[in-house]
């Protein structure tokens, strides 16, 4: 449930840097942390400059309690009380004591900008326009009543859309830095969690800042920092204060301007491959590029880098939500000459050497080694490598963090994470005094190009490298970096796979995109008695216990570019309808962030994972609108390391049949194997797509002499009686039976023989029961696989046709004969009612639909990949709970699921579905019983 937000602007929203309410302080202060002493010493320097400020949010797309996360954020708050502080003056310097809200920690503000014309960007001018206040030293030293302090820490909860909320935060540097913002995050999920499923959030996982301040004490006495000060004194001996990247320095501003850049998969994957052979990781490749960036501004033969480090290696450091961050020194030579493989060994020998002596404050080491250089830090441009998750989960739904501003920038600052799908972001922030726009965003694109390029070739001198061209408006289908300059904007890449430059690359993605022919799946769904919206389907599969995240999402999202009908896009305007295959960066079912849910059960009860499943469920359905192309999700139930997971995958009925669930669940987990590191080149797979050729195909093939010559045929069956037009049933009586059909005889030809034994039973229960005939035979739908030489993509290419069978009890072999008549399998009927406009109305068939039929092959566990399989029959939800069950418009549907067995022959489920209108549930389950024990004696008897 969300609760009712107010409309933007809202008066009850204090204004940017109004103070808060009175408290009185809890304890004695204690002494500011390093960190919290240089950012205290660097704003009373500058009173007005309100640079010191971060700030991130939270994207949610999902169901969301606000009331319940409002909640979790003052819980949150709550138990890291070192956030709100008053300064006093002690003997040792500045002290800071916690002040707490009366009553607890505030709510965040709740705001409504979904009437923007951009909601988003109305969320993030709100809270730009607090960034930009500095705070209020003098009321942090002298309140004016002892509790009445400035906030240097706060949250808003904006809604900018059905199911699409920002938790945005925002704190000084005084407060708190990345590590203890990402704990904040953490912590607030966990509560929203538990509140949402019932449970306790459990104890605290902070630690107080008295933690932190203890070890900084420990070791500011300590022979350890007089040795790492020696150590960097003589690791940076003769080494000058870098130039300017841009030849001018100025004072950094208020505000960066910011430049994101997100690589696609193909690239992601080139440079932790190149990473790994040299032994160094992603961040390590991204530090070694920008030395090479750097050194290519400047003329100089080596960079210097000024490095974010934690600076938490004591003891319950790492659980302080607090300012603890260090700025330290890298010197990495770069040059022209200079390989990729050569370059990644420089920058994990300085890595390593920082992680070592990281504890020693930058700005101390600075003052050492270059005394008169200004400003008291470390010079060269900055770069910040967040191993920080960037995707937080919500009961569920998943929160997308999003960085805003990382505190003051001189010139240039780089900063690499990793995207919740597992890909590459860099964001760069420039002092607006320095870089245009325009220009930010070549310097952005050019180190990514290079980066992505030096990736590939990592054993040629840089020099040699020719890095694609940067572009303002490169096109997410056909550039390898994608420029995110949005939030939760889509990753693209150039094919549906990470190449990796040792391996030949695989098949190029599929380029299918723009209008596409009405397939007769598409116009049977425009017939219908039911609004399209409800024509769903799903299946559940079983999931190896310890799947990812990324890796899943990166396959999910692939198959997506695979698969054109995951693609599809349904319009509807004056009756008419027209599809549209969307291009893979604008397509829900690749760039959604919700696309797949993911809900931890480890610990919980079947029966609780059994109504968590069905909610789950509902939600998936509710969320496909093929209006929007949202035709494809995920929810997948993750019992974590020790047990094996569910997935549920739900897509609109338009995209899939059943063999579409063959080629899904057959890829997925070769993808995600492949994703996660661990699976062989998925070639294999074949080349994607093929949907548009085949409606092509269907098209033509509808035009052509030998099927308009079946016309006399769907004529005459038109002409026939109708069937009873029986009221449209919700619900029903379902049963599910089973049996048995031999194999078929060598060379055997004619009607499948799971089609000829289920219908004949039919035809002989229907012979005494007015109620399932005309009168005179037996009116059946049929929907039969997908005919032979369709293409291996998914779509729904199954085939529909009429047919009225004969009641004759004394002859078995009358149904086969009737099935056997019918021209070509009866894939001509759909083609030239729908596709051949000239004989649309001649093959219409009568109206009424009868007994419905529907033969499908069953799914089945993938041989390459243990642990992925379809999950117990009995764990499926019903139907109904997507909402994929439509009326009954006949007495019976029923569903012949098809599976090989080990003899030659074939298992048969059968699941019928009576109308409760019709039949009682004893008269259904008898029907259902008898049919299926004729259906397995008439399989047995020869043909």
């Given at each position: 449930m969300s609760a009712t937000a107010s409309p933007l602007p809202a008066p009850s929203v204090p204004a940017p840097?109004?103070?808060?309410?009175?408290?009185?302080?809890?304890?004695?202060?204690?002494?500011?942390?390093?960190?919290?002493?240089?950012?205290?010493?660097?704003?009373?320097?500058?009173?007005?400059?309100?640079?010191?400020?971060?700030?991130?949010?939270?994207?949610l797309f999902g169901p969301i309690d606000t009331e319940a996360l409002r909640d979790a954020v003052a819980a949150s708050f709550d138990e890291a009380p070192w956030l709100r502080f008053r300064l006093t003056r002690g003997d040792d310097g500045p002290r800071q004591s916690p002040v707490r809200e009366p009553g607890g920690p505030r709510r965040p503000a709740l705001l409504d900008t979904s009437g923007a014309a951009d909601p988003v960007a109305a969320a993030l001018d709100l809270v730009r326009g607090r960034l930009a206040c500095p705070p209020r030293l003098d009321l942090l030293a002298d309140p004016p009543t002892p509790g009445d302090v400035p906030d240097l820490a706060g949250s808003v909860l904006v809604a900018a859309g059905p199911e699409h909320h920002l938790l945005v935060q925002f704190f000084h540097q005084l407060a708190v830095?990345?590590?203890?913002?990402?704990?904040?995050?953490?912590?607030?999920?966990?509560?929203?969690?538990?509140?949402?499923?019932?449970?306790?959030?459990?104890?605290?996982?902070?630690?107080?800042?008295?933690?932190?301040?203890?070890?900084?004490?420990?070791?500011?006495?300590?022979?350890?920092?007089?040795?790492?000060?020696?150590?960097?004194?003589?690791?940076?001996?003769?080494v000058e204060p870098p130039p300017p990247l841009r030849g001018r320095s100025a004072p950094p501003?208020?505000?960066?301007?910011?430049?994101?850049?997100?690589?696609?998969?193909?690239?992601?994957?080139?440079?932790?491959?190149?990473?790994?052979?040299?032994?160094?990781?992603?961040?390590?490749?991204?530090?070694?590029?920008?030395a090479l960036h750097t050194t290519s501004r400047t003329g100089a033969a080596e960079a210097v880098l000024a490095v974010y480090a934690a600076a938490r290696t004591a003891p319950g450091t790492l659980r302080v939500p607090?300012?603890?961050?260090?700025?330290?020194?890298?010197?990495?030579?770069?040059?022209?000459?200079?390989?990729?493989?050569?370059?990644?060994?420089?920058?994990?020998v300085e890595t390593s050497f920082l992680r070592r002596h990281q504890r020693v404050r930058g700005s101390e080491v600075a003052r050492e080694v270059w005394p008169d250089h200004p400003g008291g830090r470390v010079p060269g441009p900055l770069v910040n490598l967040r191993p920080f998750e960037t995707e937080l989960d919500f009961a569920g739904v998943p929160g997308r963090v999003v960085s805003l501003a990382s505190g003051p920038v001189d010139d240039l600052a780089v900063a690499a994470s990793r995207s919740p799908e597992g890909l590459?972001?860099?964001?760069?922030?420039?002092?607006?005094?320095?870089?245009?726009?325009?220009?930010?965003?070549?310097?952005?694109?050019?180190?990514?190009?290079?980066?992505?390029?030096?990736?590939?070739?990592?054993?040629?001198?840089?020099?040699?490298?020719?890095?694609?061209?940067?572009?303002?408006?490169?096109?997410?289908?056909?550039?390898?970096?994608?420029?995110?300059?949005?939030?939760?904007?889509?990753?693209?890449?150039?094919?549906?796979?990470?190449s990796d430059p040792a391996r030949t690359p695989p098949p190029p993605a599929d380029r299918e995109q723009g209008p596409l022919t009405l397939l007769p799946a598409a116009h049977r769904l425009r017939s219908a008695p039911w609004p399209v919206e409800r024509a769903r389907e799903h299946v559940l599969l079983r999931t190896p216990a310890g799947l990812r995240t990324a890796p899943l999402?990166?396959?999910?999202?692939?198959?997506?570019?695979?698969?054109?009908?995951?693609?599809?896009?349904?319009?509807?305007?004056?009756?008419?309808?027209?599809?549209?295959?969307?291009?893979?960066?604008?397509?829900?079912?690749?760039?959604?962030?919700?696309?797949?849910?993911?809900?931890?059960?480890?610990?919980?009860?079947?029966?609780?994972?059994?109504?968590?499943?069905?909610?789950?469920a509902r939600a998936a359905g509710a969320a496909l609108d093929p209006a929007t192309g949202a035709v494809f999700r995920a929810v997948w139930l993750d019992a974590g390391a020790d047990g094996p997971g569910r997935l549920l995958l739900a897509a609109h009925a338009l995209c899939v049949d059943d063999v579409s669930w063959q080629l899904l669940t057959a890829e997925l987990p070769v993808l995600y194997a492949w994703f996660a590191g661990d699976g062989a080149r998925p070639e294999a797979l074949g080349p994607p797509g093929g949907l548009t050729n085949w409606a092509a195909?269907?098209?033509?093939?509808?035009?052509?002499?030998?099927?308009?010559?079946?016309?006399?045929?769907?004529?005459?069956?038109?002409?026939?009686?109708?069937?009873?037009?029986?009221?449209?049933?919700?619900?029903?009586?379902?049963t599910r039976t089973r049996f048995d059909v031999p194999a078929p005889a060598a060379g055997a030809a004619g009607p499948h023989p799971v089609d000829t034994a289920l219908l004949t039973a039919l035809a002989r229960v229907a012979a005494g029961r007015p109620r399932l005939h005309d009168g005179t035979r037996l009116p059946v739908e049929l929907e039969l696989p997908r005919p032979e030489g369709a293409p291996a993509t998914v779509g729904?290419?199954?085939?529909?046709?009429?047919?009225?069978?004969?009641?004759?009890?004394?002859?078995?072999?009358?149904?086969?004969?009737?099935?056997?008549?019918?021209?070509?399998?009866?894939?001509?009927?759909?083609?030239?009612?729908?596709?051949?406009?000239?004989?649309?109305?001649?093959?219409?068939?009568?109206?009424?639909?009868?007994?419905?039929?529907?033969?499908?092959?069953?799914?089945?566990?993938?041989?390459?990949?243990?642990?992925?399989?379809?999950?117990?029959?009995?764990?499926?939800?019903?139907?109904?709970?997507?909402?994929?069950e439509p009326p009954l418009t006949g007495p019976v549907d029923v569903t012949a699921t098809v599976r090989a067995a080990p003899d030659g022959g074939y298992r048969v489920d059968v699941d019928w579905r009576w109308s409760a209108a019709l039949f009682d549930a004893a008269e259904a389950l008898a029907l259902s019983e008898t049919a299926t024990a004729l259906a397995a004696r008439f399989a047995r008897q020869p043909h």
């Open positions: 840097c109004a103070s808060t309410s009175t408290v009185p302080a809890l304890t004695e202060g204690v002494p500011l942390t390093a960190a919290q002493s240089e950012f205290l010493a660097a704003q009373s320097a500058a009173p007005g400059y309100a640079g010191h400020h971060v700030g991130q949010y939270v994207e830095d990345g590590h203890g913002l990402a704990l904040l995050g953490h912590r607030i999920a966990e509560h929203y969690t538990a509140a949402v499923h019932g449970r306790p959030a459990g104890p605290s996982p902070f630690a107080p800042v008295t933690a932190l301040v203890a070890a900084e004490s420990a070791y500011a006495a300590s022979p350890e920092r007089r040795a790492d000060l020696a150590a960097w004194t003589r690791h940076l001996a003769g501003a208020d505000t960066a301007v910011r430049r994101t850049v997100l690589l696609g998969p193909a690239d992601t994957a080139a440079v932790e491959a190149a990473a790994r052979e040299a032994g160094a990781t992603w961040g390590e490749a991204v530090l070694a590029v920008t607090a300012a603890a961050v260090n700025i330290l020194p890298v010197r990495i030579p770069a040059g022209p000459a200079d390989t990729f493989r050569s370059l990644l060994a420089r920058a994990a590459l972001r860099l964001d760069f922030d420039a002092n607006p005094a320095l870089y245009r726009p325009t220009e930010l965003e070549c310097e952005a694109t050019a180190f990514a190009a290079l980066l992505a390029g030096l990736a590939r070739r990592p054993g040629t001198p840089a020099g040699q490298v020719r890095a694609a061209p940067a572009r303002p408006d490169p096109d997410p289908e056909l550039d390898p970096i994608r420029s995110a300059t949005a939030p939760g904007a889509p990753a693209a890449g150039t094919g549906p796979w990470p999402r990166r396959a999910l999202a692939t198959l997506g570019r695979r698969h054109p009908a995951l693609r599809l896009a349904l319009h509807q305007a004056h009756g008419v309808w027209s599809q549209q295959v969307r291009p893979a960066a604008a397509a829900p079912a690749v760039t959604g962030a919700t696309v797949l849910r993911r809900h931890p059960v480890a610990g919980l009860a079947p029966a609780a994972r059994t109504e968590l499943l069905a909610r789950a195909a269907l098209a033509a093939r509808a035009q052509s002499p030998d099927r308009v010559a079946e016309l006399p045929y769907w004529t005459e069956l038109s002409r026939a009686p109708a069937p009873r037009a029986w009221p449209a049933a919700e619900g029903g009586h379902r729904r290419l199954s085939t529909v046709h009429g047919v009225r069978l004969p009641l004759d009890p004394d002859d078995p072999g009358a149904v086969r004969r009737a099935l056997a008549a019918v021209p070509d399998g009866g894939r001509g009927q759909e083609q030239l009612r729908h596709l051949n406009p000239q004989t649309s109305a001649l093959a219409a068939g009568p109206r009424g639909r009868g007994v419905g039929y529907r033969r499908r092959a069953a799914l089945s566990d993938p041989e390459a990949e243990p642990g992925w399989g379809p999950a117990p029959a009995e764990e499926w939800p019903a139907p109904g709970a997507l909402g994929d």
